[in-house]
């Protein structure tokens, strides 16, 4: 088993930033990509930005040049620093983390922005 935790979320401004964190225990053998996903209500999961072992990384559009993601694998930690946060980012932020076909996911952190 994986278990990871988010921590990092909370309310901000416009334009304002935040860093989440999410750390990764447990069983992590063949664990590669980690990343972040998001959930506005009424909507469905989405990626936001994902992060392989090796450090490719992989970002939705919407955050493109705004939001950056890193990993740092001694401490079996994956960061995502926004920055220029929207309204539209309101979201509860979910880490993940894949075995090949295994998902594994936290509980989540809510971001909200207001305007």
């Known amino acids: 088993q994986v278990q990871l935790v988010e921590s990092g979320g909370g309310l901000v401004q416009a334009g304002e930033s935040l860093r989440l964190s999410c750390a990764a225990s447990?069983?992590?053998?063949?664990?590669?990509?980690m990343g972040w996903y998001r959930q506005a209500p009424g909507t469905q999961r989405e990626l936001v930005a994902t992060i392989t072992s090796g450090g490719t990384t992989n970002y939705a559009d919407s955050v493109k040049g705004r939001f950056t993601i890193s990993r740092d694998n001694a401490k079996n930690t994956v960061y995502l620093q926004m920055n220029s946060l929207k309204p539209g980012d309101t979201a509860v932020y979910y880490c993940n983390a894949k075995r090949i076909t295994i998902n594994y996911w936290g509980k989540g952190t809510l971001v909200t922005v207001s305007s």
């Open positions: 447990g069983n992590l053998f063949s664990i590669n990509d």
